[in-house]
């Protein structure tokens, strides 16, 4: 397989289908879900949440060129915003002939916290915790599950002590591994088991408990280098050393000012919660525990890492916690998320984290590099330009030939100039 297709962008749907198709020695039917409005149906989506009342349909882009751990990956984005999928891609098809990206990322262990209020004499409860610690362990994990046959469960407890404006607490977090589950309802079920044993051993009152998503103990590593060469869009060594200047410039930009890293690190979730949504992940969970480590220093700062080595090849490495998973919820319910999660090719949660972690890893350095170069409004305008002529009322005959008419125009794009452009194509 390679993740290498040429022209790909320039495609039919079915033209793209099929390419994948024979990338991956699949027939182009297997892909059907992504063009049925109906795959997921009626009394699937009601079951889902509550009060449903119908259905929001989102493009599936594929990022192509990615190389990971040696092995070639299509990865499925699910987002509204052009360019994102484009940027990604770019990077990774500069990445792949210096060795692609390389993961290293966390076993599956999640944190969930039990809140524990009145406590008396905060060292002695700590004490009698520590000491039955494997029997409260044993207590958790005492419950039919598959995550725990196959090795899963409650793996240690830990307390800290917490001064808040209104009192001292104690705050006892359960480590629990949920293997190749994103795990909230296991964690959350073991904690509320917990929750009176601790009672009884402290003699305090449990009132929160719940598991956390800043999941530290969880965390997706993912490192890339570039060449000048490969940086450089004409191969030019000596402009892409100044380029990979510009681009480490960029980045201590956006480690030192925490207006700049919003920024920043948004574009960095450009590619990760996309991928999450894609294959049916709490994407939401993942955005909220990346930019809280974002912060875990107690300044907010840049999600990646960025500089130049020896050679003066560009380096870059991010690690944040990525909680997912490849069994159960939505990843399982929904067609069209079972059928992205099995075009990854990952075998496991912590093979899904990498892979997000390295397409946000693309995202960041496309994006700098795209800041440091020509700005990110030419490319994302043009990219951008089909929607543009979408809103302006076009059908869709009258796309193309009103976008290359734009495009010809040679002015800045523009909502007024898209509008008139329409207006002179139907007369």
Known sequence: MDSRISGFYSL???ERHLAIANALSLSPEHFHPWTDLESLDRDTADSMIE????????????GMNFLIDGEPKFIPFCVEESSIVAAASNIAKRAYNCGGFTTNVDPPLMIGQLQILNIDEFDRAIEVIEGKKQELMDKCNDIESTMIRLGGGCKDIECRILETESQRMLIVHLIVDTRDAMGANAVNTMAERAAPWLEDLTGGRVLLRILSNLATKRLARASVKLSPEAISSKGDAEEGSEIIKDIVLAYEFADA?????????????????PIGLACGQDWRAIEAGAHAYAAITGRYR?????????????????EIPIAVGTVG????????ARLNLELTKTNSAQELAGMMACAGLAQNLGAMRALATKGIQEGHMRLHLRNMVMSAGAKPE????V????????RSITQSLVDAKLEEYRR
């Not at 009258?398 to 030939?401: A, G, L």
Request: charged fraction near 15%.
């Open 12 to 14: 039919s749907m079915n």
């Open 51 to 62: 009060n449903v009342v119908g259905q929001l349909s989102l493009p599936v882009g594929i």
């Open 257 to 273: 000012d925490p207006w700049r890293a919003a920024t920043h690190n948004k574009g960095i979730m450009n590619a990760i919660s």
């Open 302 to 318: 840049s999600m990646t890492h960025w500089w130049v080595d020896e050679q003066g090849w560009i380096n870059g490495t991010i």
């Open 329 to 336: 919820g939505a990843s399982k319910i929904h067609p069209v």
């Open 398 to 401: 009258e796309v193309d030939d």
């Open 403 to 410: 976008a290359n008419a734009v495009r010809r125009d040679g």
